[in-house]
């Protein structure tokens, strides 16, 4: 029997060693999967690889798994981070999944000026990544950062890192002609702005940043988070090859 | 005062011509927008740009428009036509509206051996791409197809349109290196395949056909969606360029 069932667990893997599961994972293996002890499933940590596992034994509120096999070792991964200004509920969880699929490394929300939601559920984002990244089969489960001001993030920010933003008023080259021509550095993070745009000031003050590249998806407005896949997607693409 | 309101209409645009709206388009004005005579939109057909109208009257089932003057002319579009396996409700209307704003000219769903989703409800599809092309501030708004049998579709190919598979099985190069070798032609094709894949026989069958190419989108297993959505971002960023 193969192992469909991917769950990413804190504990460090090895060969031989045991796992508990927490209560959540036990109630999805044994109550929506319907698996029991002898059943298979796959681990990941972030660190060591994936493994095969086998349930040993399940309590009412925890399941204990024993270690088989490596079954995928450990790759490195660029590192891209996503900088977004939270839209409504269901684009913020939409953004957190699709970047978790598109390989983001580090999920940053960011407060801007004419971002509207006031409050980001950091818990919901970070089980969200957690799911997407079991189900689309990464090795790793992107880091969510606590919500800060733009203005914060940019006056810490390591000038080593580039920081592409994203322009919906036209003002930077195509992502793809920017990349084409200065490819994407060791680490590198994407900004998508608010539904309705950046201040003109925030994007004076970034335009005398150093480490600040304007970048443009074309004429058409995307919605936030039309513009957080495919830039994320665009920079996969061209960075990879 | 700007004219912000953006309204997909049939009816030609031309120069000092009397356009009337439609009773949804007219309640949206009224109730939702609380626009009355006098106030201003911009109004699109597909074929003469877009245009400044005002509005002369308004009933209780339509308005009168009056056209002021062209804001943008027509432009050109690479044709890039999206063929997509039905997802559930939800993932299909994601679809539509994405990939409007990523600027695809045909949306056509296509039946595969793994489809689980029977029905597609042609008309909420067409309403969903007419409601994005009007947000994003295209001058056009793609053409929705009627469901169609993967077999029939391919049987019946123009196999001068370069179709290329998203082939989650890893069949394929990546898709940016594709359209790096081989820039896209004149018209091309993208098709994505349906939730649990394409089936081996399927798989067969297109890699006999000589208008296919199969591509990948790395290793990461992408819901239809997203596979949707960045497929046609890197496709729009390497086809531009």
Chains 1, 2 share one sequence.
């Not at 270690?67 to 939409?94: C, H, S, Y």
Request: glycine share 8%; hydrophobic share 45%; aromatic share 6%.
């Amino acid at each position: 029997m193969d192992a469909k069932i991917r769950l990413f667990i804190d504990d460090d893997l090895a060969a031989d060693s045991r796992v508990a599961l927490n209560s959540s994972q036990t109630h999805y293996l044994k109550n929506v999967m319907r698996l029991d002890v002898g059943g298979l499933v796959l681990l990941f940590n972030g660190r060591d690889g994936e493994w095969r596992a086998e349930i040993k034994s399940t309590g009412k509120k925890d399941a204990v798994l024993s270690l088989q096999e490596l079954v995928r070792a450990q790759v490195d991964e660029a590192e891209i981070w996503l900088l977004f200004a939270p839209v409504k509920k269901t684009g913020t969880n939409m953004i957190a999944e699709k970047a978790t699929e598109l390989g983001v490394t580090h999920l940053w929300p960011v407060i801007t000026d004419h971002t509207n939601v006031e409050r980001v559920k950091i818990d919901r984002l970070k089980a969200n990544v957690i799911e997407a990244a079991e189900q689309c089969r990464r090795l790793t489960v992107p880091t969510v950062l606590e919500p800060e001001k733009l203005s914060q993030v940019l006056s810490g920010w390591n000038e080593e890192r580039r920081l592409i933003v994203m322009d919906e008023t036209g003002g930077g080259d195509p992502l793809a002609e920017i990349l084409r021509h200065d490819p994407a550095a060791s680490f590198e993070a994407i900004l998508i702005g608010p539904e309705g745009g950046f201040a003109r000031s925030e994007l004076d003050a970034m335009g005398n940043l150093p480490f600040v590249t304007f970048a443009s998806l074309g004429d058409r407005i995307l919605r936030a988070e039309t513009a957080a896949v495919a830039s994320l997607a665009i920079w996969q693409a061209l960075a990879r090859g």
